[in-house]
């Protein structure tokens, strides 16, 4: 058998048994070679995933700028594959059963309450939150671009991305997260020089609101750091 | 059963395949409908303009490899690609979209390039780079290393790099550039409120300053430059720790009691520029016109 052969044979059998096996279809005997297999087959682990992700996608992507639907919709392509897999009764009935758990999960995102902050681990990242004082009252008005809101308590919600992203990084290769790390750690040392450029003047505004910025960027490049990282990197 | 596939929009999920390992592979899609595209990959790149309108065209040149689950839910579509090894997961996606479609990319290493008019684009990658032009509504990129240079955008801006520079130019809207190792170079951005902040690179803005609008713009270790249009009037405070001001001459000093800060007026005042640099210079001057060439 060429290697071709092989993959083909492998794709025959594999992945719609994949579909069953999340359509709960299967014996007990069946589910086992079948977990048995994904262990050992980085393709099919993958597709597993994707399949999975599929439902959480419809559950939490939706567009963001929706446009009329359009009435024909019908798939083309320029692959008779494709047709052929489209009018595969295993891969129906697997599409009815995803689309009934994506409906359960948006039934289930719709009923749940508000989302409450996760509390803050301390792991991960190392921060420096304990030297930096509350953030300052409001600029003046008229001499600030309109940012976020700064937080109640910078210390606090630096453990709080710290947390996110330490939850979050098993998705970031080490590359990023060094990269990430560098980063806050080029900021806080930004932070401590601007901190004691305050002490010396402790009334200056301009110095004030210096220091409240480089704590809103810290603030804000964790948190696009963490929003990508629960984009699903 | 029927009544609820309807009603989620016709939910198909197709797996494009090729037997052959080892080889390059070409698909083309072409959905009547999807005016949001979601894209998740590894490495490789995505190039997106616009065509006509109710139609997706999506070519996917691979490694035969590489499979791409192809979603469709309503209005959306959705691309995975997965591959037996993930360095063998690279694939360059042309897209031609309808205007003022919706695209998301999320990946390792990959390059973006769109040509609008797009609505929105949200982009996140740990490597790559993001060139982006007409997009309308909305523009998110974050980015952990890489360049991203946006233009002719409208609405929002937010782009992030850590490691990388910033080109921002032609936008009407808030704009917010934020990196800690690159320069910030940004023109002509007529905003309620634009935010510049580096840790190491240059910021710099030229152009014209919005009657009203407040500019801000920080480097903490190098220098921050505002080169305003003739017709352009601000207040502009500036900042410098440890470093200085270009012809300290135009300005006077913000307050007896604060020893770092200026400020002047150009024009009659209408926007707010704020400056500030810690160890660099806070640099002020009037944006010449290019010569006329023969």
Known sequence: MTGSEHQNTHDDVWPPRLSDYLDGGQTPAERATLEAH??????????????????????????????????????GKVDTRLAARLV?????????????????????????????????TGAGITTSPSSVAALPASPPAGARAKQSAPPDSYPGEVARLDGDVAAAASRLGSRGMN????????????????????????????????????QRHRLATMRAATASLENGQ | MRATLAALGGFICVLLTQPASGQMATDTVIQTRGASVRIVMWDGSVRVRTGDAGQVR????????????????????????SSRRRNDNVVAYEIIVPPMSTIRVIANDTEVFVDGPI??????????RAALRGIRVRTMVMLFRGPITIRDAGGSVEATTLRGDIEIQNVRGNVSARNTDGHIHLRDVNADSLVAN??????????????????????????????YAPDAGASIYGTAVSGAFSRPEQWRWRAPSDSLSRQMTIGRGGATVRLMSFKGAVEVSVLRPLPMTR
């Not at chain 1, 059963?97 to 989302?115: F, G, H, K, S």
């Not at chain 2, 999506?58 to 995975?80: C, E, F, K, P």
């Not at chain 2, 609505?119 to 790559?128: D, E, F």
Request: aromatic share 4%; glycine share 4%; proline share 6%.
């Open chain 1, 179 to 214: 990269d990430l790390r560098r980063s806050l750690s080029a900021i806080d040392g930004a932070l401590k020089e601007a901190e004691a450029a305050r002490r010396v003047e402790p009334t200056n505004q301009a110095l004030t609101e210096y220091v409240a910025d480089v």
């Open chain 2, 198 to 227: 580096s840790v190491d690179g240059e910021v710099a803005y030229a152009g014209l300053l919005r009657e009203g609008g407040v500019y801000r713009l920080t480097s903490h270790n190098q220098r921050v430059r505002l080169n």
């Open chain 1, 88 to 120: 595969q009764p295993r891969s129906r009935r697997f599409l009815e059963i995803v689309t009934l758990a994506a409906a359960a999960i948006l039934l289930v995102v719709l009923l749940q309450p508000a989302p409450t902050l996760p509390p803050p």
């Open chain 2, 58 to 81: 999506i070519r996917a040149t691979r490694d035969s490899s590489v499979r791409i689950a192809l979603t469709t839910a309503g209005d959306s579509i959705s691309l995975a690609s």
């Open chain 1, 38 to 75: 994904v262990a050992s087959c980085t393709a099919c682990a993958a597709l597993l995933d994707d399949y999975r992700k599929v439902s959480t996608w419809l559950a939490t992507d939706q567009p963001s700028h929706p446009l009329p639907s359009v009435l024909n919709a019908v798939l």
């Open chain 2, 119 to 128: 609505a929105t684009i949200a982009m996140t990658a740990q490597h790559g």
